[in-house]
């Protein structure tokens, strides 16, 4: 299993940009797809984005495609979500998560899950 902490929520505004981190340990000499998800109050979990081990390829949530960005740095461990102009309906709890293996965006396929970070976005 891989261990991961998340970092970098924080409270901005209505077209500010926040970028969260995603700091893995642990097994982290298996190749690991990772993914970020975000669950608003009282709502299910919901896929953001994700990304495959090399970073060669990613996925991304319609409703954030063209706005957010997922990269790693494997020599870091470390994997990135950029989000350019948040809106207030951004304003979640996000996740990261990783895999052993291929690329996945479900959460049943992920069995590493940090704690989550706030992200509140005012308007």
């Known amino acids: 299993q891989v261990q991961l902490v998340e970092s970098g929520g924080g409270l901005v505004q209505a077209g500010d940009s926040l970028r969260l981190s995603c700091a893995a340990s642990?097994?982290?000499?298996?190749?690991?797809?990772m993914a970020w998800f975000r669950q608003f109050p009282g709502k299910e979990r919901e896929f953001v984005g994700a990304?495959?081990?090399?970073?060669?390829?990613?996925y991304y949530a319609n409703s954030v495609k063209g706005r957010f960005a997922i990269s790693r740095d494997n020599a870091k461990n470390t994997m990135y979500l950029q989000m350019n102009s948040l809106e207030p309906e951004d304003t979640a709890v996000y996740y990261c998560?990783?895999?052993?293996?291929?690329?996945?965006?479900?959460?049943?396929?992920?069995?590493?899950w940090g704690q989550g970070t706030q992200v509140t976005v005012s308007s």
């Open positions: 998560a990783a895999t052993i293996g291929a690329i996945a965006t479900t959460q049943g396929a992920f069995g590493s």
């Open positions: 642990g097994r982290t000499r298996s190749t690991y797809a």
């Open positions: 990304i495959n081990w090399s970073g060669s390829s990613t």
